[in-house]
Structures are given as structure tokens and as C-alpha cells.
């Protein structure tokens, strides 16, 4: 490793840093705002060393790292979220009794594992990733321990991702055994090569699809999520899906592409079937929920359908597509879970659908921002969501994928009633008090502010995103 | 400067943005600054914009303006661009200042309304909309601003929604422009799936160069546009909806259904003038239209008692002859007889809004009277707006619009003597509708007393607007040279009637108009009630009265039926498929909800379960 090596890896090392230095903090002088304060300052210096980074990339640091434009940005996008879910966790936990530190120190370690995700190019940072990355969530899902829900939720966490791991570790073995390299960029040499062993290969990486699979909540490995995402704090719910499965994403998506597994028939028909059952899996499950947060995570099922379909579709138009509907879903998830945080109080999570029952006349701002968080999440114009869809749709129509379009089509027209289901709810006549209820902190109204005003923006002038997706080889 | 044009749409746009966020929580003053100095300064960069695209056109007589793609496949490429020509141009700087004399007049007339706030976000909006509309480079902008002006009409005329006749006034409107609305969407995407690409200027050149004169695609197409196109500009068979869209604030009314929305037809055909060249079918039915239109307005509006409603009528005959200029192919004619009429309707609609407000809201015109002197302001301006109107020759920009529409009619190879009488009669109705008007209103005795004159903020635009319903006709020659850049020149071709003539049977047409009305509403005000006696007079009046009997012919042919099949089929047959597809979907649901079971072990057995399946996949195919 060189000086230069080191420039490259500034946005993990000034992470890394930040966790110690929080770390620190608390034990000197335990504060709230103290703890989040400096979590914020240091997921923006490591946001703003992306720049400096930028000018070393590309650029591999050891076999394990590839930092290039591509894991750059990605990891913009994951430190952005990160900022947005510390601005909502602000405000949430500070409605609570407790000590609220330690979860700032555990975000940024679960940062940290995503970002070394969305840069690995070999197995072990792969797995090292993963691990930093769940090991923490598993504390965050269940922080606010003294209720049942939570605790219940990050017990299943830890004993599904361990599950899920194990098959994931298999794979690797398999496909190492097979290939004799750990490292994505050597696998593909020897994927052209004859005589590798298909029986080990294909089997491995489906296996590692099953790991892949459990993190973004694809069926059929989807079954978990209602519950972790009701269970757990709404901020976490909201870092749970989207940081972490963005980074998956990204993973999955240089992985595949850098292995060429695009002339692996049988795997790309995995993901096929994934695709279709994920996209009919999710919104039919949401249809006549009346829990918010379990509706978000039917969604978030469907979304991760939808996201697969562009990825098989291969070429610029999938790479600009995944990007851009990464963006969106990030924006329209942290915003649909930030409204769940800032109205949640201190007796629980507002949650129920009857919370939301004429919220529009009791908070009409919020009501507001909300509906055009489902209005991006069901694809409707002049949001980001509609674009990102949009996008997908094109990429796979250009490789003639028309089967899992019309799945998508269909599905997203079903999907449309639950979204609409609450919006008729925030519109309804509230039979209840006129009362407001607190007035939300500042730092919540930050996040959904600019929540709102990316997804519009986005949805009316999406070139210069795009002109920077473009940019991005993911291989 | 010309880099500025996007200011245009976007400065209202932004007031009303502004004032929908932040409105209901200002004062009424704050509100009027933001609300007409948005307009106000959109007036002011079109005129800068105007100034520079006179004094150095560009090269190739238009300016395009793109700001970036929205999102792009293929052949599908909508721009946020701008396309601005001399078209675009006068039809920019007209609406927008004509909206903003609108806007200033309102900051007086809507004072103490509890709607203050949401009027000018409303009114913003629509001006931003309709400026869009005009400078759209591509269809789907150009279909943005279309159905925001809809949108917005819809808004204001049920402004007062609280009185559920007016809510009804505003989705009639809705709902009839929709009828249009659609046969313009599939013309559109005609257009687009044929020639393959969605900026307009290029549509045209692709029309012009693959579509054979007459070819069945180019008169569908030109049909179809001119369904949209009588739907918002309110002809033959959708003028229906006008009438009743008086029932929102008459600055509305001076707005919408006036000066600007109801001209976006007329902005539509001449756009897309190339496709009407080549489809002479598809432009006779415009040019019958128009004439029809006219000839059935004018009539309807000489029985008419509410003022407004007689306003109604003159704009859906005075578009009548927009279309009908259009129709013979006197393109540039049509958009100055649109210029002169924004400013003598928006007038004559702002002056008999001052009269309405004076008389504590009184709309019936026989139970006004002798206002002359009670209100000289709105008694001149109204006399020069109804004099513009029905074209008083020589002193009157309407006398110089409607001229030469009629001198083109009678020399088109498409129009001819038949279309130049009908022209005539109309301006002999236009002439006894509006003195009738004027006599009623403004002479005879004292009916109902004043209770209110208007300020500076009201009187003030009236007197502008009235100026130029004068002057606005003098600029007729560098106008027409100015219309050629964008659109073609008239063939002139058929009758070889001379401009004398044709000024001068026009001037006759209106004298005569003016002392029949003299005769009947001044001299003899018993005679018109006379004529109504016997049954044919009383069957006829009531006949024009309701316009025809539209709406009760489409009460017979649409409604009644609906209702009808509604009734007999109260468990519809159709709805079932949908009921039926939710049933399918909700037992899907209730299915799958059965693995929703919330037991770890069945949740790890999912994933190992998964994974088999997924194995099984790949070592079996």
C-alpha cells in the first residue's frame, strides 16, 4: 500500500475514524445531540473526502478494494442516507427515555461495512462487508429494547442473516473451489477458460444468490421483512432498507457484471423467476395491510422485483436504470419511513393505518409530503419514482424481456391500490381531535425537506443524475 | 435576452407556487404584490423578448430554447424546450399582458373574498399553464399546458364552490373539454407513432414531406386536432360549456373565457397549420365550423338577459370567425382578429364587471338601465369595447381583424360567396347583439341604483384595454408581414372582391345592425316584447335562448341514456371484470398471507426452501 493508496480509501478510514472518535465521546461525556452531532460531522467529511478520493480512482488497494467512480458512488448515496437517518433518529429517540449514543456508533460501523461492499472485488471484503454491516443492525433493530417488538425482531435478524450467511459462504467455497480465485476480476478470465467445473460453479452462485437474496429481501427469501421492519425503531427501518440493500445492490450488480454471468443461462433464470415472484410476492402481500411499516416493506419486496428486472437486461441502459432507480428508492423509503419516525411518539411507532386518518387536515404539510412519497413509490409522474420505473421499463424492453414486464406492469397496477389505500386514508374526514400533536424537531423537518425536494427535482430534471450514472462502469 | 424566454412560464408558475404554500398565511396586500407582480414581470421579460425578437430576428425566423431532455428512448425524446416564433411571439405578449390588466383589476374586485389567496394561485397558475402551452417546443409539453389550462378553468370557474351550482358550471367545463381533450390526445399520438419524433416543427416538416396532399392520415389527424381544438375554444358541437362558465368571478371569466384558454384551438390549428394544408377536407370542417359556430352564437346571444352570458355568446361567435379564418387558410388573420379580441373582450368583460359590482351583483341587463352617467368609466370603455366588437369601421381594431377575415373568406379558393354572407349576417348579429347591450344597460331610465364606483385599480385597466380595442387595428400591415415569418402567406384566389367592397358591405352590415337595435331598444322597447308574442317568436326565442336546444339534445342523446343504461344495470356487467379481478387478487392475498406466520423456524425454512427450489432450477434446466 502507497500514500496514495491511503487518499483512495479516505471516505472508510474517516468512517472507521468517526466511530472511534464517537466511541470516545460517550465514554468522556454521554449527550445525545453531542453523539449525533459528531456522527452527522463525520459521515459529512467522509461524504465530502468523496471528492478528493475522486481524483486517485480508479484504483485497487490490495486485491480486496476497488475504489473507482462506481463504488464512489455508491458510497455518496450510502453516506447521504446515512445523514438523513441520523437527522430522523435525532428526533425519534430523543422523544424516548434511555441512553441514545451507542446507536450512532453502531450506524457508523454499518456504514462502514457498506461502504466496503459496495468497493470489494474479492470474497473476503465481500464477507467482511456483509458482516460489518449486518453485525451492527442486528443491535439497531432491537435498541429499544424494553419493548417486545424490537427485541423479538432482532433475534430473528441475527438468526436469519446467520442462516443466510452459512448458504453464502457455501457458495463462495464452491465457486473458489471450482475457479481457484477469490477475486471478481479473475473469475471472469476463468469463467471463459474450459474446463471449470459447471456442477460447482452454478450451484456455488446460486447459493450466493440465496446470501444476496436474504439481504434485499428477494422472494423467496423474503419472509423475514414485515416482521424486522415492523419490529424495529422506524429509523432503522428506514436504514434496514435502504442503505443496506442499496449496497447489496451494488454489490450484486458489479459482481454479476464483472463475472459475465449474463452467459450463465441457468443463473440468469434464477433471477427470472426471483424477479417475477418478488414483484407478485410483494404487492399482493401489502394489499390489505393496515400496518404502514409492514406495507413499506411489502413495497420495498416488489421494488427489489423490479430493480432485478433491470439488472438482467445487461448493458448502459440496466447500469443507468439500477442507478436511478437506487436514487429514487432511496429518497421515496428514507421519506416514507421519515414521516413514520417524526410522527412516532414516545407510547410507540405511528404505525397503524388508522394513525394516519385524516392526517391531512391535522398536519397538511407532512400529509402532504407523505402522499408524494407514495405517489413516488407507485411510479406516478413528476416524481423520481415515475422516472426510475420508467428507465427499468426501457432497459428491459430493449432486451425484449417482455414477460417480466407485463409482470411488472400488473403487479405495479395492484400495487397501486395499497398505496392509494393510505393516501384515501390521509384525505379522509378525521373523525377524531384537531389537535396537531407536537410539532416536529428541526432536524426531522430538515430530512423530509430535502427528501421532498430531491424527489422533485429528480422527477422534473433528472439529466444531471443521469449524466452521472452514465459515467459509472460497474466492472 | 432571448435566453430569458424560459422566465416566462416559470415566474408565474413560481407565484403560484409561492402563494399555494405560503398564501393563506399572507395579507391581502402581500398576496396582490406576489400575485400580479409575478404576471407583471412575465409581462415585462415577454415584451423585453418581444422587443429584441423584432428589432433582430433570427435567422431562421424562430428561437428554440432547450433546457434539457425529461427523459429520453428512442424516438421519445420530451424536451423542457421552448420554441418561440412570431406565432408564439404575439400570442406570448398578448395573453400575458392582457393577464396582467386581468390581475391588477382583481386585486380591487376579489378584495375580502376569504379565497384571496387561492384566486391569484389559481389565476397565476392558469397564466403559467397557457404560456406553456404557447411556447411548447414538443407535444407532451404542449399536452401539459393544454390540460393545465383545463385544469385550471375548472378551478376557477367553480371558485365559489360553496354554491354547488357553480361547482356543477366547472366540471360541465371539465367534462366537455374532456370529450375534446381526447380526440386531441389520439391525434397527437398519431401524429407522434407516424412521423416518429415529438418537437412540433419537425412533426411539420416530416408531415409535410411524407403525407401526400388529401392522404387519409393527414385528414384524421387535422380531424382529430380540431376536436381538441372545439373543445377548449368552445365551437360547434362543444360550445356548451362557455355559457355556464360564467358562473366564476368575472375577472375569471375575462381570463379564461375571453382572452386566452378559449384561443388555444386557434393557437392549436395554426400550429399545426401544415397538416390542415394537407388535409383540405379536415379545413373546410374548420372553416364550416367556424361559420356555423358564429351564425348560431350571435342569434343565441340577442335573447339572452344576463350580461355575461351575452358576453359568452359574442366570444364563442367572435372565435367562430377565428376559425373560420383559419378554415379559408388566412392564417395570420385569424391570430390578429385573436389580438384585437383579447383586448376588446377582456375589456368588455372588466366593464361589465365594474357594472355588476356597482348594481350589488345583479347580472339581468332589464334591470339595469340609465348608467350612462352613473358610471361614465365603465359606460365609455364599455361603448368602445362594443364598438370594437362589432366593428365599428375604420376607427375600431375590431372593425380591422373581422375585415379581413371577411375579405380572405370572399377570396379563398376554400371559402367563397356562400361563407362571406354567412360572415356578414354574423356581423349584422354582432352589431344587434351588442347595441342591444349597450341600450339596455346604459340608456333608458334608472332601474336598479348605485351602490359602488370602482377605483383606480379597476378603472385603470379598463381604460388601457380600451385604448388598444381602438388603436390595436393600426398596426394591421406590419402585423401581417410580421405573421409570414411563421405562418403562410394568403392565396388569395375565387371571388376577386376588393378590400373597398368588402369594408364597406361590412360597414352597411353594421349600421344596420346599430339602428335596428336603436329602433327596437331605444325607440320602441315594446316591439321585441311584441315579436315574442306570437308562438313562432316565442318558439324561436326560447329555441336560441338555450343555444339551440344543445343542451337539451344532449341531454336526450347523451345523459338521459347514460343514466338510463345506469339504472337498469346497477350491478354492472363490466364492473364485475374488475370486481372480479379484486376478488382474484384478494384471495391471492389471503393465500399468501397464510405464510405470514411470524415463526423463526418457518422463516429459516423459507430460505432453505428457497434455496433448494432455486438449485433445483439450475441443475435440472
Known sequence: ????????????????????????????????????????????????????????????????????????????????????????????????????????????????????????????????????????????????????????????????????????????????GALGTMRFDQMATQLVLPGFDPWLV??????????????????????????????????????????????????????????EAQGQAPVMTVFAVIAIVSMCAGNILALLQDNVKRILAYSSIAHLGYLVVAFQ???????????????????????????????????????????????????????????????????????AGFIGKFYIVAAGASVAMWSQIIVLVVTSAIGLFYYLRIVVAIFSDSAGSADAGPAIALPGSVALGFLTAALVFLGVYPQPLLGLIRSLPPG | MLGLLWLVPAIPFAGALWLAVVGPRLRERAVAVIGTGSIAAATIVSLLIGAQFLSSPPASGAYTQTLWTWVGVGTFQPGIAFYLDALSLVMVVVVTFVSFLIHLYSTEFMHGDEGYSRFFAYMNLFVASMVTLLLADNLLLLYLGWEGVGLCSYLLIGFWYKDTVNGIAGQKAFIVTRAGDTAMAVGLYLLFHNLGTLRIQDLMQAAHDHWAVGSPLAVAAGLLLLGGAVGKSAQLPLQTWLPDAMAGPTPTSALIHAATMVTAGVYLIARTHVVYELAPAAQFAVAMVGILTLLMAGCSALTQWDIKRVLAYSTISQIGYMFLALGVGAWGAAIFHFMTHAFFKALLFLASGIVIEALHHEHNIFRMGGLRKELPVAFWTFLA?????????????????????????????????????????????????????????????????????????????????????????????????????????????????????????????????????????????????????????????????????????????????????????????????????????????????????????????????????????????
Not at chain 1, 437474496?213 to 424486522?228: E, Q
Not at chain 2, 348579429?429 to 364606483?453: A, E, M, N, Q, W
Not at chain 2, 405464510?595 to 426452501?609: F, P, Q, S, V, Y
Open chain 1, 202 to 259: 452454478i450451484p456455488g452462485l446460486t447459493l450466493i444468490i440465496t446470501g444476496f437474496g436474504f439481504k434485499l429481501a428477494l422472494a423467496p427469501f423474503h419472509i423475514w421483512t414485515p416482521d424486522i421492519y415492523q419490529g424495529a425503531p422506524a429509523p432503522v427501518a428506514a436504514y434496514v432498507a435502504t442503505i443496506s440493500k442499496g449496497a447489496m445492490f451494488a454489490l450484486l450488480l458489479r459482481y454479476f457484471y464483472q463475472i
Open chain 1, 1 to 176: 500500500m502507497t500514500g496514495l493508496d491511503f487518499i483512495a480509501l479516505l471516505p472508510l478510514l474517516i468512517l472507521a475514524a468517526a466511530t472511534v472518535i464517537v466511541m470516545l465521546a460517550i465514554a468522556i461525556h454521554r449527550c445525545h445531540a453531542l453523539s449525533a452531532a459528531l456522527t452527522f460531522v463525520g459521515l459529512g467529511a467522509s461524504f465530502g473526502s468523496l471528492w478528493i478520493s475522486a481524483c486517485r480512482v480508479p484504483c485497487k488497494v490490495t486485491p480486496l478494494l476497488l475504489i473507482d467512480r462506481y463504488s464512489l458512488f455508491y458510497m455518496g448515496l450510502i453516506t447521504v442516507a446515512s445523514l438523513v437517518v441520523v437527522l430522523l433518529s435525532y428526533g425519534y429517540f430523543e422523544k424516548l427515555d434511555g441512553d441514545h449514543d451507542e446507536l450512532y456508533i453502531l450506524m457508523l460501523v454499518a456504514t462502514l461495512g457498506s461502504a466496503v461492499l459496495v468497493s470489494s472485488n474479492h470474497f473476503i471484503s465481500f464477507f467482511l462487508g456483509l458482516e460489518l454491516l449486518s453485525v451492527p443492525l442486528y443491535g439497531m433493530i432491537a435498541y429499544t429494547r424494553r419493548r417486545p417488538l424490537p427485541l423479538e425482531a432482532g433475534v430473528k435478524y441475527l438468526v436469519l442473516a446467520a442462516v443466510s450467511a452459512t448458504f453464502m459462504l457455501f457458495g463462495m467455497a464452491l465457486v473458489y
Open chain 2, 385 to 621: 369595447g362594443g364598438c370594437a366588437l362589432a366593428g365599428l369601421p375604420l376607427i375600431t381594431a375590431g372593425f380591422y381583424s373581422k375585415d379581413l377575415i371577411l375579405w380572405s373568406t370572399a377570396n379563398s379558393p376554400i371559402g367563397g360567396a356562400l361563407l362571406w354572407v354567412g360572415g356578414l349576417i354574423g356581423v349584422l348579429f354582432t352589431s344587434l347583439y351588442t347595441f342591444r347591450l349597450i341600450f339596455l344597460v346604459f340608456f333608458g331610465d334608472v332601474k336598479t341604483p348605485v351602490s359602488h364606483r370602482p377605483g383606480m385599480t379597476m378603472g385603470g385597466p379598463v381604460m388601457v384595454l380600451a385604448a388598444l380595442a381602438i388603436i390595436g387595428g393600426f398596426v394591421k400591415g406590419s402585423f401581417e408581414t410580421l405573421m409570414t415569418t411563421a405562418l403562410p402567406p394568403f392565396h388569395e384566389a375565387g371571388l376577386g372582391v376588393s378590400e373597398l367592397v368588402s369594408s364597406t358591405v361590412a360597414g352597411v352590415a353594421f349600421a344596420l345592425g346599430l339602428v335596428v337595435a336603436w329602433y327596437i331598444w331605444v325607440l320602441h322597447p315594446a316591439l321585441a316584447d311584441q315579436a315574442v308574442e306570437f308562438s313562432g317568436g316565442r318558439l324561436l326565442h326560447r329555441f336560441w335562448f338555450s343555444d339551440w336546444g344543445m343542451d337539451w339534445l344532449y341531454d336526450r342523446l347523451l345523459v338521459r341514456p347514460l343514466v338510463w343504461a345506469a339504472t337498469i344495470n346497477k350491478n354492472d356487467v363490466i364492473d364485475s371484470i374488475y370486481d372480479g379481478i379484486a376478488a382474484v387478487t384478494t384471495t391471492f392475498y389471503r393465500a399468501a398471507s397464510l405464510t405470514e406466520t411470524g415463526k423463526l423456524r418457518w422463516h429459516a425454512a423459507w430460505i432453505a426452501g428457497g434455496t433448494v427450489v432455486t438449485l433445483a432450477i439450475v441443475m435440472l434446466l
Open chain 1, 313 to 383: 437486461a445487461s448493458g448502459q441502459l440496466a447500469i443507468i436504470a439500477v442507478g436511478f432507480y437506487l436514487v429514487a428508492y432511496f429518497i421515496t423509503m428514507l421519506g416514507a419511513f421519515g414521516i413514520v419516525a417524526v410522527l412516532s411518539g414516545s407510547a410507540g411507532d405511528a404505525d397503524s393505518l388508522s394513525d394516519y386518518r385524516g392526517l391531512f387536515w391535522r398536519r397538511p404539510v407532512v400529509a402532504s409530503v407523505f402522499t408524494l412519497m407514495l405517489f413516488s413509490l407507485a411510479g406516478i409522474p413528476v416524481t
